[in-house]
């Protein structure tokens, strides 16, 4: 079944998971469809010197990238609709519950987090074992390199895809954006995003200036 939009994420990324609850904000006002996608910060960053980025930043790509491996395994086993649920309930965890915030700061992984992530889905506890399973990376490099593909390169996450497959396909990096519009402002953002993308010859839009990250 075709979608209206891919969503490409990595879940450690606050600002894909910020991106991805504006997404179902307006999802829950409209009838479009989404397919959750992959796109692995550790197979971006892979060859680039890690000791250049803050020092947490290793060991949180990583751990992105094994969350992966669980996400592709339960996209093959149960469905979009379970990758869904997986993310919703990580990034739930990870990110609105603080998580994030305390681990960029030096504060360790709490052990029982995928574990509660895979029991808030509702899904099997045994996914956690794809956690290791490397044959699952071939799916996150695939992915991965569709999403650049689209956009080009030196881009993060998310990366969205409107209307994949038709003649109307258009990709973004983004939007980045710090809190999650809610309502018709949500909508409001959907539309001029979705006019951006497909606007002949768009490539940027920026400025650095970032307010504080609020996952309300």
Request: cysteine-free; charged content about 35%.
């Given at each position: 079944m075709a979608s209206d939009l891919e969503f490409f994420f990595d879940p450690v990324c606050p600002?894909?998971?910020i991106t991805s609850r504006w997404v179902a904000?307006?999802?829950a006002q409209t009838d479009y469809s989404v397919r959750w996608r992959f796109i692995s910060l550790a197979i971006v960053n892979e060859a680039k010197d890690y000791s250049q980025f803050p020092p947490t930043?290793?060991?949180v790509h990583g751990a992105g990238k094994r969350w992966l491996r669980v996400a592709a395994a339960v996209d093959e086993t149960v469905g979009n609709d379970g990758v869904a649920a997986y993310y919703t309930a990580?990034?739930?965890r990870l990110h609105t519950a603080g998580v994030s915030r305390a681990v960029l700061g030096g504060a360790p992984l709490p052990g029982d987090l995928l574990s509660g992530a895979l029991a808030d889905a509702g899904l099997d506890p045994a996914f956690a074992a794809a956690v290791d399973d490397?044959?699952?990376d071939s799916v996150l490099r695939s992915d991965t390199?569709?999403?650049?593909?689209r956009t080009g390169p030196d881009v993060g996450t998310p990366i969205l895809t409107f209307d994949p497959g038709s003649d109307r396909e258009n990709s973004l990096f983004g939007p980045v954006i710090s809190r999650i519009p809610r309502g018709a402002d949500a909508v409001a953002l959907w539309d001029a995003v979705r006019t951006l993308a497909a606007t002949p010859g768009f490539a940027e839009?920026?400025?650095s200036l970032r307010d504080e990250i609020d996952f309300a």
């Open positions: 600002f894909a998971w904000e307006v999802r930043y290793g060991e990580l990034g739930t490397e044959e699952r390199a569709t999403a650049l593909g839009f920026k400025r």
